[in-house]
Every structure is written in structure tokens, then in C-alpha cells.
């Protein structure tokens, strides 16, 4: 099998000296047998594998954590920190655990916080950091750096991150910014910079690919609940009551999906990946009208991104684009509540009913991390200082099956993450809710 392996090979910077990693002398360390990752320990990207194929591919990518040598110098480290794009739980943690893991395990005494995203770099004054400083943000919601979307100029990003002396750059953000980020690492190449370059892939949906999951993610599903809980009793308290949710999924249903599995209150659940219709034998007001008749009460989950080829748009909105170059989406929420009410008014006039909507997005997003995604955000910290330090550049950290390991920057900014709709997990969730196969439907 070691044969067959395709190991993904990561840019190292070239100009610095190797010298010996001060965890050695660190008081909390005590280095063994396997304390240090070698080169030859790899992570593979898949677990499971048809023994009767010796044609599958082995990929694997090098695992994360400490090395015996390193190639900085810590007292020669300056160290930049940015958080770019939307709130998501857990971005205060990240950023403590890279100053407090900076400071500690490495001995790095220069590390800057960059204000607003990525326009913060040439347009705003640099905030020096310690870990006094940043000692309770992780009990904060939001990022203390500030955040913001869009103001990507890479020419001035680079002349800043090179006239400020910053040889280590931690980009966090989703995966517009890891594209960013992408282009940042090729513009220090090409200027030849001893500068490492790492991304922390944020992004609340879950839809970064390779990795196991993003940060904030388990976060998110818990409070998602609390929404599903609070419809479930608006629907239940009513005559012909219909508690409508609205959850976060521009292109993927993760948060829907692993929040209607978790509640097991939710009737139907309709993501990005799966289309439905309206009307029609099969279609979505056949089914809630049943429910209703059922059970007196229907909760519906809709992530974001589904349905939007269904809601009607001007001109003007088919081009709208918000700051990162998005389509701006049309509340699906909003659009659903009141086809909803139409459809009932037109087929039962005069007949009780009722829908609540409750879109939970901002107080999901700006909620603190859950101690599951505290801890998972340390890790994800110190495994990018490893690796920084180490002298790799242009990569991610991240777990893969439950193992962290450094993988191409590149790579994770190509790769989306969607919900496989043929995965037992999505049947899972019709056997959950009952619903339909509306596709299926529709084609037949």
C-alpha cells in the first residue's frame, strides 16, 4: 500500500536556517518517542477501501504538528493575524490560541492583529497583541479584530505585510478568503519573501472540502435547535400551525441537515442540493397539507441557498453582488411564508392557519464557540504554528478522519464540501421527516 501512496507535497520556504524547536526547554513539554512529526507520517485521506480494488489511489497529505527542527528564529518572528468575511463562532478562540500559542510554546514576542479583513492590512493601524490581552476573548462572540468583506488588493496587502517586516501571515476567513489567500502565497513567491503564509478556514455552512469539518460549525447546530424548538412550539400552539426556519447554507444544507437530525421536530428539510416544487402531485404543499391534516402542525427547515431559482427577481437583482462578488440571495424565508399563505388561502378560505418564521442567522453567527468547537479551534491554532514554524507556507490545518494534517492551501480554496444527497445521511433524514423525494417526483 505505501507504494501506491501519493503523498501531497507542501511549499517550504528556502532562505531560513534549521535550529533546534524550544519545546525542548519548554517546562509544559516533555518531548518522548513520537512527540515530533517526521516527514514520513502522513495522514490519508481515505479510511475506507474496497480491498478487491488495487486500483484505488492512496492519497495522503503530511501530518500536523511540532517538528524537531524549526526554521525560525522566534526572537526574528512577526507574526500577523487577520480575520476576513462573516462572524462565525469561534473566532475569538482561533485568534487567542495563535497569540497565547506564539507566545508560549514558540517564544514569539511581535504578533499584530490586522483590523477589518483584509483592507485592514494598508488601511488601518496594526494592533499589537499578548496574551493579557486576549486572555478572555474567547468567551466573546464576533472577533474583537473586526471583520469585513470584500477590499482585496493584493498589491497593497503584500507591500504591507513587506514594509511592516511580517514574515509569518495567519489568514482566517471562509472560502472566498482562502482564495485570497491563495493569491497572497503566489505574490510572496513571486517577490521571492521568506514569509509563511497559512489559512484557517472559517466558515460557519461547513462547506469547506478535505477537512473534516470548519470551525463554529457544531456551534451553530446546537443553537440552530433552539430555533427548531421555538417553531415546534409556535406550530404546535396554533390551529393549522406551520413553524417555518430559516438556517444559514448560501450552497450547502450541513446546518439544516444536522440540525433537523438532531431536533427530530423538523417535517421537511429542504438544503441547496435537493430541489423541490410547490404545486403539483408531490410537491410541498401536497405534503404539508397532509401533515396538517395528520397532525395539526407542520416545521418546515429551509436552508438559505435552496429555492432560489424559485423566488422571482427584477433585473436589478439577478446582477446584485454583495462586497466578497456573491449573488446577493433573496430571503427564501420571507418568499416561502407567504406562498404558503396563498396557497392556503386559495384552497381552504376561511379556514384557520397560521406560519411563524424565525430566521436565527445573526444570533447564531454571533454567539461565543460551545466547548466542543473551543477545543477544536485550539487545535487548529497551534497545528498551523507548528507549521508555520516549521518552515511550511501556503497551507491549511485541519482534521482529516479525525487526524490533523497540513494540506495545500490551494487545494482547500478549489474544494467545496456539499451535502451528498445519495449518502445514507440524507435518507436518514427523509426516514426522520417523512418527506417526500420531490426530485424523483418532479421526474416522474
Known amino acids: 500500500m505505501a507504494d501506491a501512496t501519493s503523498i501531497k507535497e507542501l511549499p517550504s520556504l528556502t532562505g531560513l ?17 513520537g512527540f515530533y512529526i517526521t516527514p514520513s507520517d502522513v495522514v490519508l485521506s ?18 500536523a504538528g511540532p517538528r524537531r527542527e524549526i526554521l525560525y528564529e522566534p526572537s526574528s518572528v512577526k507574526a500577523a493575524i487577520v480575520t476576513c468575511g462573516g462572524l462565525c ?16 510554546l514558540y517564544g514569539v514576542r511581535e504578533i499584530y492583529g490586522i483590523p477589518a479583513g483584509y483592507r485592514g492590512f494598508y488601511s488601518m493601524e496594526a494592533v499589537e497583541l499578548n496574551p493579557k490581552l486576549v486572555h478572555n476573548w474567547h468567551k466573546k462572540g464576533g472577533t474583537v479584530l473586526a471583520t469585513s468583506r470584500g477590499g482585496f488588493d493584493l498589491c497593497k496587502i503584500v507591500d504591507a505585510i513587506q514594509q511592516n517586516g511580517y514574515n509569518q501571515v495567519y489568514i482566517i476567513g471562509g472560502d472566498g478568503t482562502m482564495r485570497g489567500a491563495v493569491k497572497i502565497f503566489d505574490e510572496v513567491s513571486r517577490r521571492k519573501l521568506e514569509v509563511g503564509i497559512t489559512g484557517i478556514p472559517k466558515t460557519v455552512d461547513n462547506d469547506v472540502g478535505i477537512i473534516d469539518r470548519s470551525f463554529g460549525f457544531q456551534t451553530a447546530v446546537e ?37 433537523t437530525l438532531s431536533s427530530r421536530d423538523v417535517d421537511c428539510c429542504l438544503i441547496p442540493e435537493m430541489g423541490f416544487y410547490l404545486e403539483r402531485k408531490g410537491g410541498l404543499f401536497e405534503f404539508l397539507e397532509q401533515r396538517l391534516k395528520d397532525h395539526g402542525h407542520a416545521v418546515l427547515v429551509v436552508a438559505e441557498g435552496a429555492g432560489q431559482e424559485m423566488i422571482p427577481r427584477t433585473e436589478s437583482q439577478k446582477q446584485e453582488r454583495d462586497e466578497s462578488g456573491n449573488l446577493v440571495f433573496l430571503d427564501v424565508g420571507v418568499w416561502l411564508k407567504s406562498a404558503l399563505k396563498e396557497w392556503w388561502e386559495r384552497e381552504h378560505p376561511k379556514e384557520l392557519f397560521t406560519v411563524k418564521y424565525i430566521d436565527p442567522t445573526y444570533m447564531i453567527r454571533a454567539v461565543p464557540a460551545n466547548a466542543t468547537d473551543n477545543l477544536y479551534c485550539t487545535l487548529l491554532a497551534h497545528s498551523s504554528i507548528h507549521g508555520v514554524m516549521a518552515g511550511y507556507t501556503g497551507f491549511v490545518s485541519g482534521p482529516i478522519n479525525g487526524n490533523y494534517a497540513y494540506i495545500p492551501l490551494e487545494e482547500v480554496a478549489q474544494t467545496k464540501n456539499e451535502v451528498n ?23 416522474g
Do not use: C
Open 89 to 104: 463562532p469561534g473566532m475569538n478562540t482561533v485568534i487567542r490560541e495563535l497569540v497565547v500559542g506564539l507566545w508560549e
Open 46 to 63: 481515505q479510511v475506507v477501501y474496497d480491498l478487491s480494488d488495487a486500483s484505488q489511489p492512496h492519497v495522503a497529505y503530511h501530518r
Open 223 to 259: 443553537m440552530a435547535q433552539e430555533a427548531i424548538s421555538a417553531a415546534h412550539v409556535e406550530a404546535e400552539s396554533a390551529v393549522n400551525g406551520i413553524g417555518l426556519v430559516k438556517l444559514m447554507g448560501r450552497s450547502t444544507g450541513h446546518i439544516a441537515l444536522h440540525a
Open 17 to 33: 536556517h534549521q535550529r533546534r524547536n524550544p519545546l525542548e526547554e519548554n517546562p509544559f513539554f516533555h518531548p518522548s518517542h
Open 421 to 443: 444527497t445519495s449518502d445514507p445521511k440524507w435518507a436518514w433524514v427523509r426516514s426522520v421527516t417523512n418527506q417526500p423525494d420531490f426530485e424523483t417526483n418532479f421526474k
